[in-house]
C-alpha cells in the first residue's frame, strides 16, 4: 500500500528536493508506483521527517515554502539536495547553546510549545542535549534571517 510519506520521499528524491516540481507532482497527481516508492525507499540511509509526520516541526508549517521532506543523514541531504537540512546540520556544529537561550528565543518568537514537541524528538532520535539545542537555535536562526515566517493573517 502506498502511502502519502512514501510518496513524498519518493518524490523529494526524484526532484532532488525541488519544492516546485514537488508541489506540481502533488498537485497533478503524478502516478507513482510501488514499485518506485521500495527503489526510492532503498536509497535512504538515515531517518527523515516527512511534512505529513507527526513530529514535523511546526514552525517549518507556516513557511512559504515548507520543506516537504527533511533527510536527517548527511550522506541523504547530500545525495538529495537536501540543502534546508544540511545547512541546520553543518551550522548546529559550529556553536554551543545554553537551554535558557534556545527557550527566550522560542518565545520571542512565538514557539514555546514547538520547542519542548522538538525537544521530545530529539530525545527521542537519540540526540544529545546539545545537538538538539543548537539544531533548534539555527533552525530558528534561519527562520528568522531568511523571514521565512508567513503571517498568521496569510497561514
Known amino acids: 500500500m502506498i502511502t502519502g510519506r512514501d510518496a513524498l520521499i519518493t518524490l523529494a528524491i526524484k526532484y532532488k528536493q525541488d519544492w516546485d516540481s514537488i508541489k506540481n507532482a502533488i498537485v497533478t497527481k503524478e502516478s507513482i508506483t510501488e514499485e ?15 511534512i505529513v509526520d507527526e513530529n514535523y516541526p511546526i514552525e517549518f508549517k507556516r513557511l512559504d ?3 516537504f521532506v527533511f533527510f536527517l543523514d548527511p550522506q541523504d541531504q547530500e545525495a538529495f539536495n537536501d540543502t534546508v537540512a544540511k545547512t541546520m546540520c553543518s551550522e548546529c556544529t559550529i556553536i554551543r547553546v545554553t537551554e ?18 522538538m525537544y521530545k524528538v530529539g ?3 537519540g540526540l544529545s542535549k546539545a545537538e538538539i539545542l543548537t ?7 534561519i527562520i528568522q534571517r531568511e523571514k521565512l515566517i508567513v503571517p498568521e493573517a496569510q497561514a
Open 123 to 125: 530525545e527521542a532520535m
Open 135 to 141: 539544531s533548534m537555535y539555527h533552525a530558528m536562526q
Open 65 to 67: 515554502q515548507p520543506p
Open 36 to 50: 518506485q516508492i521500495k527503489d526510492a525507499l532503498a536509497l535512504v540511509k538515515g531517518k527523515c521527517i516527512t
Open 100 to 117: 535558557a537561550e534556545v527557550l527566550a528565543m522560542a518565545q520571542s518568537m512565538g514557539f514555546e510549545e514547538s520547542y519542548h514537541e
